[in-house]
């Protein structure tokens, strides 16, 4: 019988944390370098990471990471965002070319806070109006996906080995306590 590490399994599946619990800072590359240990159990299928306390400078806003398929999505979904939302930075996020990730997406990020007037006439509380929003792009823009909307917080997707994401996204220029 074969075991793990010996056949590849296509359901196969890697999952690494590290956290700080004093809320120091922890370079990117220790969980790339901690992922990396469990390649044999990852597929290659995809991989991502998920980072708090990442963005300090804009801790009271939203990051909104985003990706686009096309130039109308981009559009469509930048005008639906700067009507509910008072975006201060709209960026590429930044990715270096990884010889084992194909060419994907236009990936974008946002920091904001929320159009307080909108949010009182949709008597909706902070955080419902946030997710009704997301949600709304997810199911109502064709080419356009929020695959991260929190505070302090990012999240990093791709298809690939998961310490080849992490190279991906440059990830060894983050800082998170998470």
């Known amino acids: 019988m074969l075991k793990e590490g010996q056949v590849r399994i296509p359901s196969g599946c890697a999952i690494a944390a590290i956290i700080d619990r004093k809320g120091g800072l922890i370079n990117g590359s220790e969980i790339i370098k901690s992922i990396a240990l469990m390649h044999d159990r990852s597929n290659g299928l995809g991989g991502g990471f998920a980072a708090y306390g990442i963005y300090p400078e804009h801790k009271d806003d939203y990051a909104f990471h985003i990706f ?77 996906y929020i695959f991260s909307s929190g505070k302090n917080m990012g999240c990093f997707k791709a298809v690939g080995y998961p310490e080849d994401v992490g190279e991906f996204y440059m990830l060894d220029r983050y800082n998170a306590y998470l």
């Open 68 to 144: 686009y398929e096309n130039k109308q999505a981009h559009q469509k979904c930048e005008e639906f965002l700067f009507k509910h939302f008072n975006i201060d930075a709209a960026e590429r996020i930044p990715t270096k070319k990884v010889s084992s990730i194909e060419n994907g997406p236009d990936i974008w990020r946002y920091f904001g806070r929320v159009n307080r007037v909108r949010m009182k006439n949709s008597r909706l509380d902070e955080g419902e109006y946030v997710v009704q929003c997301v949600t709304k792009i997810n199911a109502a823009f064709d080419g356009a």
